[in-house]
Nanobody, 124 residues
Framework: EVQLVESGGGLVQAGGSLRLACATS????????IAWFREASGKERKGVAS????????SYEDSVKGRFTISSDHAKSTVYLQMNSLQSEDTATYYC?????????????????WGQGIQVTISS
């Protein structure tokens, strides 16, 4: 059974940082592209960052470039999202997702597996 489990969310002040983790199990981690999506209240789910574990290629949504960093720890089968300079607009439920064979995972419909989601709230 494939599982993706997010952790690290919470409440932080604007300008602060958080690091989300997506621990995976039941899949061949090295084959998959793992991505973070977010869904703000009343809005559609949108891709934030993606990492291809076969070639380490990363991709970011424009509004988070330079602030967010996605990385993989192959030994732990875990993907991280380091989020710096957080803004109120970053408030959302964050989901990790996995897909194969996909070079960049930015559209929800291409994901094979999803985590349960974790809340990130930025206070201004």
């Amino acid at each position: 059974e494939v599982q993706l489990v997010e952790s690290g969310g919470g409440l932080v002040q604007a300008g602060g940082s958080l690091r989300l983790a997506c621990a995976t199990s039941g899949l061949t981690f090295e084959k998959y592209t793992i991505a973070w999506f977010r869904e703000a209240s009343g809005k559609e789910r949108k891709g934030v960052a993606s990492i291809n574990n076969q070639n380490n290629h990363t991709s970011y949504e424009d509004s988070v470039k330079g602030r967010f960093t996605i990385s993989s720890d192959h030994a732990k089968s875990t993907v991280y999202l380091q989020m710096n300079s957080l803004q109120s607009e970053d408030t959302a439920t964050y989901y990790c997702a996995a897909a194969w064979p996909v070079h960049v995972l930015i559209r929800p419909r291409f994901a094979d597996y999803w985590g349960q989601g974790i809340q990130v709230t930025i206070s201004s």
